[in-house]
């Protein structure tokens, strides 16, 4: 079995005009925006080309898969580079990129639009990236009907629209980045809902049982689409929107989070009928420990976790993984005596070692 990484090499000599846009190339527009291209990319409709983009982002960063962070894949920048040299990708039109972070109200949003033959258009959001304060607004969503970036991802998906002439619209994102691309696609104006052909999720987190009361999710319901590893655990958090895909990984663990390890075959992920027992397992913790939790509960032991990971000064995951040994003894010490987040993790384990 291939990956998406191999779906480049073998389809990047065929033009959209060759080969329409399948579901292997929506999952690789998705993995686009993972770079920061601050600079490289206007905010405004002005565009610019994939391979152009690309060779200016590999001129300036000589340390290619330090300057992604930690939790990023290794396949990103490799499958950029091949993009970039191929007849499919190399001419793809990047526009509308916007790039934010905010401590302050624990918001990490990024957006990039795709235009490409065919009449078509992807808005692409980006999922958390290696900043802690991305990784608090992650949190936030087991606690928070909205977030910050939800509301980023509606006014840039209805600007987005509005200002392209595509018959086809998607509206995808992995990880946090499919939560918001399935949330804005909800959430839009009525004249940009009815142009969005689909809005797809990467094994990104679901939603709070109100999110699916709304007229709005009913009328999309059968545009939108959840894909899971079948060793997924983030795209288990919450409820799940739309169809369920489950696609085959070729490793288990937290790897399989990484869409570049799932199975490809021709021009599709390699589906399968049910997860693994693992994640089937982990399902059943979620689900037993968010019942013990209201939502000012949620709120208060994200609050804690998040302030003592950030007294140590760092502001990355991959800062927090450099710290001294004496420094990480401490820091796991100061979260375990904390009283809200001392509960939390004796649940945890209470939970996993009875189910």
């Known amino acids: 079995m291939g990956n998406a990484v191999d779906y480049i090499n073998w389809r990047g000599d065929l033009s959209f005009d060759a080969a329409p846009v399948n579901e292997l190339d929506v999952f690789i527009f998705s993995q686009i925006i993972a770079p920061d291209f601050r600079g490289l990319i206007e905010k405004d409709g002005s565009s610019v080309t994939l391979k152009e983009v690309a060779d200016k982002y590999f001129e300036s960063h000589s340390e290619e898969k330090k300057n992604l962070g930690l939790l990023q894949s290794e396949f990103v920048l490799p499958s950029l580079k091949a993009m970039s040299k191929s007849v499919r990708y190399k001419d793809l039109l990047l526009s509308r990129y916007i790039h934010k972070i905010k401590t302050s109200t624990s918001e990490q949003f990024c957006g990039l639009s795709i235009e490409c033959p065919g ?42 629209v509005r200002c392209s002439d595509a018959e086809k619209v998607f509206v995808s994102g992995h990880s946090k980045g499919g939560n918001l691309a399935i949330y804005s696609a909800v959430n839009a104006d009525k004249d940009v809902r009815d142009r969005i052909t689909a809005a797809i999720s990467f094994d990104g987190p679901g939603f709070r049982d109100t999110f699916f009361d709304s007229e709005n999710y009913i009328e999309m319901k059968k545009r939108l689409v959840t ?12 409820k799940l929107a739309g169809r369920r895909v489950i696609v085959k990984s070729s490793v288990s663990g937290p790897m399989a989070h990484d869409g570049f390890n799932w199975e490809a075959m021709g021009t599709k992920f390699v589906k399968t009928p049910r997860l693994s027992h693992r994640s089937q397992k982990f399902d059943r913790v979620i689900d037993e420990l968010l019942t013990n939790y209201n939502e000012k509960d949620r709120l208060k032991l994200t609050d804690e976790i998040f302030s003592i990971l950030l007294s140590t000064g760092a502001v990355t995951v991959t800062d927090l993984t450099e710290l001294h040994l004496k420094d990480k003894a401490a820091l796991f010490q100061k979260l375990s005596q904390n009283p809200v987040v001392g509960s939390f993790i004796k649940l945890l384990f209470n939970s996993i070692l009875n189910s």
């Open 119 to 160: 009449n078509f258009l992807s808005v692409i959001f980006q999922g958390t990236d290696d900043t802690i304060t991305g990784w608090k607004e992650d949190f936030e969503l087991a606690a928070r009907e909205t977030v910050a970036s939800h509301l980023d991802a509606v006014r840039y998906l209805n600007k987005a």
């Open 227 to 238: 894909v899971l590893s079948d060793y997924s655990f983030v795209g288990l958090m919450l």
